[in-house]
């Protein structure tokens, strides 16, 4: 986690913190913890794959797996 040490300047720092951090005095003893609000609308969600890429996918013959196979498989490494 980030540590922030408290001063005038937080209030210009934290707007643009996206994980949590923690908030420090001086000396390093932690004050509190800051949870950023996010707005998801201030980000790119959309895939990071084209149309095509996508298309190519789902008519591919290439075995695929759901989320639940994944899973499953990952619990029994």
């Not at 001063?7 to 707007?15: C, E, F, G, Q």
């Not at 001086?26 to 969600?45: C, D, K, T």
């Not at 298309?55 to 990952?74: F, W």
């Amino acid at each position: 986690m980030t540590r922030l040490i408290v001063d005038a300047t937080l209030p210009s720092i934290l707007p643009a913190q996206i994980q949590p951090v923690e908030l420090c005095d001086a000396q390093g003893r932690v004050l509190g913890r800051y949870i950023p609000s996010l707005n998801p609308s201030e980000y790119n969600l959309e895939p990071q794959i084209s149309k095509e890429e996508a298309l190519r996918r789902k008519q591919s013959k290439e075995k695929s797996y759901t989320s639940a196979e994944v899973l499953a498989h990952l619990e029994k490494l």
